[in-house]
């Protein structure tokens, strides 16, 4: 039951506003009007007329519900549960990149995601050559940070493709924030210098702007998320 008022009040305010109106018509002639006598000449037709309006409405109404809009709004969840979970990895890339680089620098953040002050802290411990936690294949075999950086880019990357694939059924605002994720200059550099290894930095606060402005949209995605998306993933 529950579901299905779901589904009843995702209808067209203005639809459910006339089914109102047309029922509460309907229940005006046949309970009240219908036993007084006739104001004028052809009073008596014209709410037969408009009594036969209300039920055809309420009767194209109904079948509209249950054969357009149920199905229309099931489709659309079984869509967006699955954006919601590609969203949600994408959004993970980024909340496992910065908990790590926390861990390892031994600083803290006041927020979901670091300040400049307290991204700058972050890079200023943290050497792109040294290891990070993520292991390459062979067990003792550590990834360095610019690694484990392309790693995460790479799944982003990846989530991204998928949920273009339904670009079609996409709200635009979406489109348009994990488009700037994909392409943001953080992405790019990580994957330019992955191929130019090894750098003469020994942190990454050469880095640190690009990275700012990717925890700036990623923050982006995630008010998107709860707002938009969230409900989506907690479908039953």
Known sequence: MKKYWRYLISVRTELIVLFIVA?????????????IPEKFNGGAKFGVIVNRLCIS????????????????????????????GKVRGILNCSEQLIDKMIDHSKTK???KYPT???????????????NAPLILGKASNYANWIQLMLYYKQRSNKATEKVFLKINFLDSDLVILLAKIDDCSHFQSIEFFSKNMPLGNTDFLAFQP???KYFELINELNIYYQRRLINYGNLS
Request: aromatic share 14%; proline share 2%.
């Open 109 to 111: 953040i006041k927020g």
């Open 116 to 130: 400049d002050s307290e991204l700058k802290d972050i890079c200023r411990s943290i050497n792109p050559h040294s």
């Open 23 to 35: 029922l509460l018509t309907i229940i005006l002639i046949e309970f009240w009007l219908i036993e």
């Open 57 to 84: 409405y309420i009767s194209a109404f109904i079948f509209y519900f249950l054969v357009v809009h149920l199905k229309t709004q099931k489709d659309k969840e079984n869509l967006y549960s699955y954006i919601s």
């Open 210 to 212: 690009d990275m700012l």
